[in-house]
């Protein structure tokens, strides 16, 4: 399968930064193919590489391309490398140290998790500002990647292997199309082996009853990336927050690109 990405280019910026791509047991990226030439830099520690190019004068197209075939997710993706988006407070360990003698230690953080939010994308997030990730003693609005930020700083806290997965999901009502990426994640342990959660998903369907799926809700996605607070020494880039799809690079700071996504065949 392929996934394609086309965007304008952008007169303010600098640069251009893409991941390029890792592999899942569901499928892998063989190639990356894109209309302008660019380098390749290793992201420290997490075995990841990204692409970097000078902005161009013309629209970019991006092209993923998958092989069927997958591989076990990456080991460097279940290590905790510390940032600000990976620390967990004082208080969220002391929650989350609780259920590590629960049957299911994972379906138990995840219940706790769950409880604590509701869908929604806001201006400010809870841990904006902030050196680690805050306890929340309150419902809190928050995207899919504010969720499982804190979701696997709980997960590590509890003693549960835990790795956060980015890339993209595709809506079966859309067909093959998507504007935005999605964030998933990964646990292991000896007893229920390796399972994929999406708190975010089941919450956006109404539903607090959340199990281990990778599809709750009915589409296809394909993984790009892995891990939180990223750090590039060769082009002087630390702890940044995420590196999961086509960001512009300005002198005021980063620009997400404005996407059109398509994978195909459908």
Request: proline share 6%; charged share 20%.
């Amino acid at each position: 399968m392929h996934v394609t990405i086309d965007f304008p280019t952008n007169i303010t910026a600098e640069k251009l930064f893409f991941p390029l791509g890792i592999g899942t047991p569901h499928h892998s990226v063989t190639s990356v193919d894109v209309n302008l030439p660019y380098k390749t830099y290793r992201i420290h520690g997490s075995n990841q590489w990204v692409g970097v190019a000078d902005a161009p004068d013309h629209a970019v197209t991006l092209t993923y391309e998958y092989a069927d075939t997958g591989c076990p997710y990456p080991e460097e993706m279940f290590a905790h490398r510390p940032s600000r988006f990976t620390r967990a407070a004082h208080g969220l360990r002391e929650d989350a140290e609780t259920l590590r003698d629960a049957a299911d230690p994972a379906q138990a953080v995840v219940n706790q998790v769950t409880g604590l939010f509701s869908y929604g994308h806001v201006d400010k997030t809870y841990y904006d500002d902030a050196d680690e990730l805050p306890q929340l003693c309150d419902m809190t609005t928050g995207s899919c990647v504010d969720i499982n930020a804190y979701l696997i700083a709980s997960l590590r806290a509890a003693g549960v292997d835990a790795g956060y997965v980015t890339g993209y999901f595709f809506p079966e009502e859309k067909q093959g199309s998507t504007f935005e990426m999605h964030c998933w994640v990964v646990t292991r342990d000896e007893n229920y082996g390796c399972r994929e959660w999406d708190i975010a998903h089941l919450l956006k369907m109404g539903r607090q009853d959340v199990h281990a799926s990778l599809n709750p809700k009915p589409g296809r996605r394909a993984a790009i990336a892995h891990s939180m607070g990223h750090d590039i020494p060769a082009l002087g880039l630390s702890d940044a927050k995420l590196i999961a799809e086509p960001i512009w690079v300005t002198q005021s700071g980063t620009e997400r690109a404005e996407m059109d996504i398509r994978l195909t065949p459908w």
